[in-house]
């Protein structure tokens, strides 16, 4: 597969998947500040800030907006066309990659795309409110689940797919973690019950940012607690947006791609991501915790990107000749390559 198909099919299903987390993330916030009994500025910002963080676009957000409000963050994480991390954005750039490598798809593939693009377009955040940001953001996550389900069930499963396999769930590792920095303060052990109503909420908004929430009822049956909810999107095996789940499936993938059997690598991208999942599996909650919450995401966010980079390394990368070397060769040799 050429390097250029390879990169395409990464970063289309990357876009769709981040275009997806935003809108869940959103429509959770969102609901959550709507439940509140008394919305003061300062409160209303305090609970969007890890929204921006969550995404990783707090600078950028201050940078163009005074303060955090439901409005300013949606339309800021919705149409701003200057955010590149934007739903409108993401999914222009997914039907971009789809469209450069549109003979590797298949037609209800690309149809279906770019049906979901052409529907986002002329929205403005007055409209979307207007008409219900719930359904709006409802329509974001049904038109990526509806592309994905596409994509398994028409979609040769070789190489290509393989790729847009990878894309998806490094991007699910990379909000997951992000979800659960941002939120660390939650997630920390509390001594007391102080206002435990108002964690409750919290915690339960984390699960349904992963749509977790009743994944993890069917597991905990007990009160939603921050060292449970922790485990539960850290270190569960079963639920597909834990990142223990995430990077084994992106270990499956990486090896179909080499051909590398289970237990070996061939690349470092392969390497790295074994070497997490291993860390993942023999880690419990405790260990986690006497790490600390923010260290152990920054860790996991340190090796996906050296995954990422090894990625490219070894698939998508290849180095442009310099030509001012072939020119200053002897004459002899550039006539033996002739």
């Known amino acids: 597969m050429l390097s250029r198909v390879a990169d395409s099919l990464y970063w289309m299903s990357r876009y ?9 993330i959103l429509d959770v916030n969102l609901q959550h500040v709507l439940d509140l009994p008394q919305r003061e500025p300062d ?12 995404t990783g676009d707090e600078r950028d957000f201050y940078a163009r907006y005074k303060e955090a409000s439901s409005e300013t963050v949606i ?21 971009e990659n789809a469209r450069h490598v549109r003979e590797q798809i298949s037609d209800e593939m690309w149809e279906e795309l770019n049906r979901f693009y ?19 953001f409802k329509h974001i996550r ?28 490094i991007e699910r590792i990379d909000k997951t973690t992000r979800i659960l920095d941002s939120n660390e303060e939650v997630l920390q ?6 206002d435990r109503a108002a964690e409750t909420l919290r915690l339960a908004a984390i699960l349904r940012s992963c749509s977790a929430h009743s994944a993890y009822r069917r597991v905990y049956v007990a009160q939603i607690e921050a ?28 090896r179909r791609i080499s051909g590398a059997p289970e237990g070996s690598y061939s690349n470092d991208a392969e390497k790295l991501t ?7 599996s023999y880690n419990g909650i405790d260990d986690i915790l006497s790490r600390g919450v923010s260290q152990t995401m920054d860790d996991i966010q340190r090796q996906l990107n050296k995954v990422g980079d090894a990625l490219y390394r070894a698939y998508m990368y290849f180095e442009v000749p310099d030509l001012t070397k072939q020119t200053q060769e002897p004459a002899s040799k550039q006539t033996q390559k002739q």
């Not at 052409?118 to 940001?133: C, D, E, F």
């Not at 074994?274 to 993942?280: C, I, V």
């Open 16 to 24: 769709m998947e981040r275009a997806e987390n935003i809108a869940r």
């Open 43 to 54: 409160l209303i910002r305090k609970l969007w800030t890890p929204v921006l963080r969550s």
């Open 75 to 95: 339309d800021f994480l919705t149409l701003n066309q200057e955010n590149h991390n934007s739903i409108v954005k993401c999914v222009t750039a997914g039907r």
């Open 118 to 136: 052409l529907s986002l377009q002329g929205l403005t955040v007055k409209k979307i409110l207007k008409q219900g940001a719930d359904e709006f």
């Open 142 to 169: 049904s038109g990526s689940h509806l592309f994905q389900g596409i994509t398994d069930a028409t979609m040769t499963h070789g190489e290509g797919w393989d790729f847009i396999q990878v894309g998806k769930y």
């Open 189 to 194: 052990p509390k001594k007391d019950d102080h």
């Open 227 to 254: 060292g449970k909810v922790l485990e539960f999107l850290l270190l569960n095996q079963n639920f597909p947006r834990s990142i223990r789940f995430c990077t084994h499936e992106l270990d499956g993938s990486l």
């Open 274 to 280: 074994g070497r997490l999942h291993s860390e993942l």
